[in-house]
């Protein structure tokens, strides 16, 4: 079993940064097989993709919507992964939720964040709203 708790979130305005943690325990987990991935869900939305990171490969992935404004990271000693989120929009509210995948990007030959359906474990979300 694999627990992930996500928090970071908050009301911010645009233009403004928020850095969101993913803090992943239980006795499964390990940096070696798993990697962490990044929804997020808009009001009456189903989830979508926001990025994705491998910890042992160090291999990002992310949306063309957050490109270049996310950044992915981990600190693997405290197995926790954030999503430093720069220039913050108001297109960007939404519930953000970690997910934890087993498995390796390169191994698998993975160029793209695996599928919503992949992922094994969900944490809860932390709410992230940007006031324009």
């Known amino acids: 079993e694999v627990q992930l708790q996500a928090s970071g979130g908050g009301l911010v305005q645009a233009g403004d940064s928020l850095r969101l943690s993913c803090a992943a325990s239980g006795p499964e987990f390990s940096i070696y097989s798993f990697a962490i991935g990044w929804y997020r869900q808009f009001p009456g939305k189903d989830r979508e993709a926001v990025s994705c990171?491998?910890?042992?490969?160090?291999?990002?992935y992310y949306d063309n919507s957050v490109k270049g404004r996310f950044t992915v990271t981990s600190d693997n000693a405290k197995n926790t992964v954030y999503l430093q989120m720069n220039k913050l929009a108001s297109e960007d509210t939404a519930v953000y939720y970690c997910?934890?995948?087993?498995?390796?990007?390169?191994?698998?030959?993975?160029?793209?964040?695996?599928?919503?359906?992949?992922?094994?474990?969900w944490g809860q979300g932390t709410l992230v709203t940007v006031s324009s």
């Open positions: 997910a934890a995948f087993i498995g390796l990007f390169r191994r698998e030959g993975r160029r793209s964040c695996p599928a919503q359906y992949e992922y094994d474990y």
């Open positions: 990171l491998s910890l042992s490969e160090g291999i990002a």
